[in-house]
């Protein structure tokens, strides 16, 4: 089987972490249970966006104020950043290999939970202040 | 560890297929491109929302700067650009959830739901601006 005679690592030891560890189908499941949920969603966001459009800055503070737009947008921005983080690292996982593959994937991560916090953050403070 | 048992510079390269150099170009890989397209578009738009959220939620003047970018013409370029591909994606994905349900593979309907995508993204797009403007 071996290749090397002279090889001492046992059969187990030269195919350990070469194949599937039970968790292939997690990121693929996640992907299709938020893209269900950002179909009604992003149709009520585009209605927000629609309902923003006329106000100045105190409507559009007052709009988010109320529970159900802020709700509904915490949700669209929580279900979308998870969505494009999982999407961004098929694209990565496709596209790029070797070293710079971890970096871009540490990046996309990151990235995604920055932009989560930063969205979150200025939702309630739009919503409780 | 993974990385010294895996001795990537020893294996042979994996072989690649010879997808796109070899098959004459269908609607349904081209929605294939423009979903994973529209997708990159829209995780870069995102920030686009976050810059509205985070301007709304400090004052009046950093919201005015959000204001004046996105109703001048290069603010709006990239808002239409933004519906467009929220809407190409969103039909794109309730196309893939169907086929992924074992529905909608046979071949005409899989090119009409491939035409659709293409054709139901920029009506929706189209007809979002329109009452855009009707409502403002």
């Known amino acids: ?129 | 560890m993974a990385s010294s048992d895996a001795q990537p510079g020893a294996r042979r390269p994996r072989p690649l297929s010879p997808h796109l150099s070899i098959y004459r170009l269908t609607i349904t890989m081209a929605m294939s491109i423009a979903h994973r397209i529209s997708g990159a578009a829209l995780y870069v738009g995102v920030l686009m929302l976050a810059w509205f959220l985070i301007a709304a939620s400090t004052d009046a003047t950093t919201f005015g700067v959000f204001s004046g970018f996105i109703q001048s013409f290069i603010g709006r370029l990239v808002l239409f650009g933004f519906t467009w591909a929220l809407f190409h994606h969103l039909i794109g994905g309730i196309r893939h959830i169907v086929w992924d349900s074992g529905y909608g593979l046979d071949a005409p309907l899989r090119d009409q739901a491939a035409w659709a995508t293409l054709i139901g993204g920029f009506t929706l797009t189209i007809i979002v601006w329109g009452v855009g403007y009707a409502v403002r």
């Open chain 1, 1 to 129: 089987m071996s290749d090397h005679p002279s090889d001492l690592r046992t059969p187990l030891g030269r195919v350990r972490f070469l194949g599937s560890a039970r968790m292939g189908t997690t990121d693929a499941w996640v992907v299709h249970l938020t893209s269900v949920a950002l179909v009604p969603l992003t149709v009520g966001f585009v209605w927000l966006v629609l309902d923003l459009l006329r106000k100045d800055y105190n409507g559009v503070r007052a709009e988010l104020g109320r529970p159900v737009p802020a709700i509904l947008l915490l949700a669209f921005i929580l279900a979308g950043i998870v969505h494009m983080e999982l999407g961004a690292r098929s694209i990565i996982v496709d596209y790029i290999g070797g070293q710079a593959r971890a970096w871009a994937l540490a990046a996309n991560t990151l990235f995604a939970a920055l932009l989560a916090l930063a969205c979150v953050y200025a939702t309630l403070r739009i919503a409780f202040t």
